[in-house]
């Protein structure tokens, strides 16, 4: 059976002057019903073209040919019943608003048409109310596709962000793989020059070659750099539950001469196991202790590893009694290459904090310094304790 | 009489085939190098062919990976396919750190990989070493004929 509201409707009132057009299906047993939801629909200012429907093939039918902006449902049906049209539309995937146009509707079935996914309910004694309910589905429903969209968007502008930095890894790592093997050359053939010929020219080319000898091999080390630190974003690390503990006591036997040199004592608590990637947890304590080596004071370094809880991560520090960092240099240190101190007062190229916070940030951890009263620096990073869980959060 | 050892370089960067012979040059060993710029070329000399008709096989191979022509992973696969030349062994010798490279290499056959060292002294260590190892510690098998 169908009909046209618009018609029915048109023979007895003038359209509203701003009427709304709306494609609505109704599934409905009763005709005269079916006409009354239409009227209502009509003096609420909508244009209605609805499709009347009382069992499931013409309902699945229906919705293929005519896709409706709402479904009018009501709940008893000699056929089928309402909620069925429910739960297909919804087992479908279907975001179509669906209201439940009942008779009789008790408080148990009205929460149970809710639950299975309708988006409203109105009593046929009540019908008045049946256009701004509509109003109310429709507007929630472009919401739900606008809100759907900006997530959308979002998913893939992070999708390309994610791209464009991948990207970047991979020409970083090709553009510093590739600048290797002409810099060699350079490098090779200045200190070919400098061993050969020193003396024999005259004490300025000495100088001249001296100078580009040791551009060539400061480049050199920066493209060393470079590589490692771009590697940290490649694949290759295998992730598992990382024991810090064996991973200190391997990086402390690895610093052992130069923290013997000057007197250096490191501390620490016993350490979680961390998730990550062994050789770049090493990495991040062999960093920091380094550095709180490096960077020391008149006084031997001593040096403090600590861990403490911070669900779901392990919260380190490695403190020290250093010359410490100045608060307005606090986030500037861990820029690539970033250097607060010359050449000649500390070595090195500004790419060991870098490397630390790129490692952590990959793994969802974080790194910050912080005061630390009297003298020195506070490192602190974060670190996941635990892989991703397995389906319901279980966690070890 | 023991002959002198035989090595041929496979690389396309004159500039190191002059670093390498710096490196050898007179050391006690007197090795013998040989070089050829790609790895057709490198495959004509293994094989004797053409106006390499008179040359000796090599005792070892230090063979770059990127070269014009072949590759050196082509050249390395093409002489451990060849029953005549498969037991000459092949130090890569290549800037290369890339992962993939090394364990290409290994896979395909190589017998060790060297980096090329951005140190002048570095490098000539590693080329000093590398013709003590072969020529010194290493019993090679019979040079084919």
């Known amino acids: ?396 | 009489m023991k002959l002198l050892p035989e090595l041929l370089v496979v690389d396309d960067n004159p500039a190191d085939v002059a670093l390498v012979s710096e490196a050898l040059a007179g050391g006690l060993r007197h090795t013998k190098i040989n070089s050829v710029g790609d790895g057709v070329e490198a495959m004509a000399f293994l094989n004797r062919r053409e106006k390499y008709a008179n040359s000796l096989r090599p005792d070892l191979v230090l063979l770059d990976l990127n070269l014009p022509k072949k590759d050196g992973l082509a050249v390395l696969a093409a002489m451990k396919a060849n029953p005549d030349l498969r037991r000459i062994p092949v130090v890569i010798f290549s800037t290369s750190q890339l992962r993939k490279d090394v364990v290409r290499s290994y896979e395909v056959g190589a017998n060790c990989y060297v980096r090329k060292p951005g140190n002048l002294n570095e490098f000539f260590a590693a080329v000093k070493s590398v013709e003590e190892f072969w020529f010194n510690f290493v019993n090679l098998p019979p040079r084919g004929e």
């Open chain 1, 1 to 396: 059976m169908k009909s046209t509201g618009t018609a029915a409707a048109a023979e007895t009132e003038a359209l509203p002057t701003s009427a709304t057009k709306l494609r609505a299906l109704l599934l409905e047993d009763n005709p005269l019903d079916a006409a009354l939801v239409v009227r209502a629909l009509f003096k609420g200012g909508f244009e209605v073209a609805a499709d009347v429907v009382q069992d499931e093939a013409a309902f699945t039918k229906a919705l293929r040919t005519h896709p409706p902006e709402v479904v009018l449902a009501d709940y008893n049906l000699p056929s089928w019943k309402g909620m069925e049209a429910i739960k297909l539309l919804r087992a479908e995937g279907s975001d179509i608003p669906i209201i439940v146009v009942s008779g009789a509707l008790g408080d148990v079935a009205a929460v149970e048409c809710i639950r299975q996914g309708a988006t409203d309910y109105v009593l046929k004694d009540g019908l008045t109310r049946l256009p701004e309910v509509v109003r109310r589905a429709l507007r929630e429903k472009k919401e739900r596709n606008l809100r759907r969209q900006a997530e959308q968007d979002l998913a893939r502008k992070v999708d390309e962000l994610a791209r464009s930095n991948a990207d970047l890894e991979q020409f970083a790592y090709v553009a510093s793989h590739d600048l290797q093997e002409p810099l060699r050359m350079v490098t090779a053939y200045t200190q070919l020059l400098a061993e050969r010929y020193a003396g024999k020219l005259d004490a300025n080319a000495d100088k001249y070659i001296g100078y580009a000898s040791e551009g060539a091999q400061r480049m050199q080390v920066l493209i060393q750099d470079l590589l490692a630190f771009s590697r940290v974003g490649r694949n290759g690390f295998t992730h598992g539950n990382v024991d810090c503990n064996s991973v200190l006591e391997e990086v402390l036997t690895s610093l052992a001469p130069a923290m013997q040199e000057c007197g250096a004592v490191v501390t620490h608590d016993a350490l979680p196991s961390v998730w990550a990637d062994r050789t770049q947890v090493a990495q991040i304590f062999q960093n920091l202790i380094g550095n709180a080596i490096k960077f020391r004071g008149q006084e031997p370094p001593v040096i403090a590893v600590r861990a403490e809880p911070a669900d779901p991560c392990w919260r380190f520090s490695v403190s020290d009694n250093g010359i410490g960092i100045a608060p307005e240099y606090a986030e500037t240190i861990f820029v690539v290459f970033q250097r607060l101190h010359a050449r000649t007062e500390y070595p090195g190229n500004g790419i060991g904090l870098a490397i630390c916070k790129k490692i952590i940030e990959h793994n969802g951890g974080r790194i910050w310094v912080e005061p630390q009263a009297g003298s020195g620096s506070n490192f602190k990073f974060t670190l996941p304790g635990h892989g991703p869980d397995p389906a319901d959060g279980a966690r070890s």
